[in-house]
Nanobody
Framework: QVRLVESGGGLVQAGDSLRLSCAASGRTFSRDAMGWFRQAPGKEREFVAAIPWSGSLTYYADSVKGRFTISRDNAKNTVYLQMNSLKPGDTAVYYC??????????????????WGQGTQVTVSS
């Protein structure tokens, strides 16, 4: 498994931006596919974005497409989530997740074997 530590959450107003970071340690980070998920109160954890080890492709939930950008720096063992034009509906705990390569399915939380502790993002109207 990989140890993941998220940071960068906070309280912002609608329309503002935030950048989340996820620092990884443990197995070779550069081989892992990385994902961001979020969970709002009373709702299931949902897929937000993912990036394979190469960083050549990125995947997004329809609800964040065009507003969020996932990226990774393998030299720093870190993955980022740039969130722009935030909406109250983006309020949730955001989790970073990692998994070994081997599947082309990135949106399923069940395929990830390592999770961070989460960081709270609150967007006020």
């Amino acid at each position: 498994q990989v140890r993941l530590v998220e940071s960068g959450g906070g309280l912002v107003q609608a329309g503002d931006s935030l950048r989340l970071s996820c620092a990884a340690s443990g197995r070779t980070f550069s081989r892992d596919a990385m994902g961001w998920f979020r969970q709002a109160p009373g709702k299931e954890r949902e897929f937000v974005a993912a990036i394979p080890w190469s960083g050549s492709l990125t995947y997004y939930a329809d609800s964040v497409k065009g507003r969020f950008t996932i990226s990774r720096d393998n030299a720093k063992n870190t993955v980022y989530l740039q969130m722009n034009s935030l909406k109250p509906g983006d309020t949730a705990v955001y989790y970073c997740a990692a998994r070994l390569p081997g599947s082309v399915v990135y949106y399923s939380r069940y395929l990830y074997d390592s999770w961070g502790q989460g960081t709270q993002v609150t967007v006020s109207s």
